[in-house]
């Protein structure tokens, strides 16, 4: 087997409803995976508090949209703007939205305007958006904040670290690793606290601990981050 892993790209598990460790925000992980064609949610938290990977992981079902802050205003628009009789996502997730310029807010308005018309008729779909405070702390113009709260509104909260060690040892579980706690309290004390790019690591760490045909050790971890082999140029 190859060592060259090439970690600093080694791409992080696609965000999913299914592997978003909800921690304390269990209500919210329910409200995604229960939201419906004509029902809004809005969430809302620090930075690192898995709001983009709720969003994320809605827009990646059948269906579904996913729409960035900086994204041009006209793809907004086109949404908010469709012919009637065109066929819509069934569930758009707009993230970021205290980054939105005057343009954008702009077209996100028009499209709550249009998700609220089309609620409760066949054409309804469902709004998903995400910004880093609650809704009338946002700084945007005044009636899109008072649409920010029309529909369910969830504060999120940032793992703690013993839910990230307690999502770090189920994911080493399923892929029958026998991981000491000194290698999590390791990874978790001495890389990137992101939940995403401690489960890369984790990845990284099965993968090269194969190709040495070594158990996984605190002493095999340090190797295979100081390996140059598993570095990019």
Same mark, same amino acid.
């Given at each position: 087997?190859?060592?060259? @892993?090439?970690?600093?790209?080694?791409?992080?598990?696609?965000?999913?409803?299914?592997?978003?460790?909800?921690?304390?925000?269990?209500a919210?992980?329910?409200?995604?995976?229960?939201?419906?064609?004509?029902?809004?949610?809005?969430?809302?938290?620090?930075?690192?508090c898995?709001?983009?990977?709720?969003?994320?992981?809605?827009?990646?079902?059948?269906?579904?949209?996913?729409?960035?802050?900086?994204?041009?205003?006209?793809?907004?628009?086109?949404?908010?703007?469709?012919?009637p009789? *065109?066929?819509?996502?069934? @569930?758009?997730?707009?993230?970021?939205?205290?980054?939105?310029?005057?343009?954008?807010?702009?077209? @996100?308005? *028009?499209?709550?305007?249009?998700?609220?018309?089309?609620?409760?008729?066949?054409?309804?779909?469902?709004?998903?958006?995400?910004?880093?405070?609650?809704?009338?702390?946002?700084?945007?113009?005044?009636?899109?904040?008072?649409?920010?709260?029309?529909?369910?509104?969830?504060?999120?909260?940032?793992?703690?670290?013993?839910?990230?060690?307690?999502?770090?040892? *189920?994911?080493?579980?399923?892929?029958?690793?026998?991981?000491?706690?000194?290698?999590?309290?390791?990874m978790?004390?001495?890389?990137?606290?992101d939940?995403?790019k401690?489960?890369?690591?984790?990845?990284?760490?099965?993968?090269?601990?194969?190709?040495?045909?070594?158990?996984?050790?605190?002493?095999?971890?340090?190797?295979?981050?100081?390996?140059?082999?598993?570095?990019?140029p």
């Open positions: 087997m190859s060592r060259q @892993l090439l970690l600093d790209v080694l791409p992080a598990p696609a965000p999913t409803l299914g592997n978003y460790i909800a921690g304390p925000n269990g919210a992980l329910a409200a995604a995976r229960s939201l419906k064609t004509g029902q809004a949610l809005y969430l809302w938290g620090p930075a690192g898995g709001r983009s990977h709720l969003l994320r992981g809605l827009a990646d079902q059948p269906g579904g949209a996913y729409l960035q802050a900086d994204q041009d205003a006209r793809d907004f628009l086109a949404l908010a703007q469709a012919d009789q *065109a066929e819509l996502p069934t @569930l758009v997730a707009v993230d970021d939205v205290h980054r939105m310029d005057e343009a954008r807010q702009s077209a @996100l308005f *028009a499209l709550y305007n249009r998700w609220r018309e089309s609620a409760a008729t066949g054409r309804a779909f469902a709004l998903a958006v995400a910004g880093d405070r609650a809704p009338l702390s946002m700084p945007l113009r005044e009636d899109l904040r008072t649409r920010l709260g029309w529909g369910l509104v969830f504060r999120l909260d940032p793992l703690s670290d013993a839910d990230k060690l307690a999502a770090l040892s *189920a994911q080493a579980a399923e892929r029958g690793l026998q991981l000491a706690p000194e290698v999590l309290n390791w978790l004390t001495h890389h990137e606290r939940i995403r401690l489960s890369a690591l984790l990845d990284a760490l099965d993968r090269y601990s194969l190709a040495q045909r070594r158990a996984i050790t605190l002493p095999l971890l340090r190797a295979m981050l100081a390996d140059p082999e598993t570095q990019t």
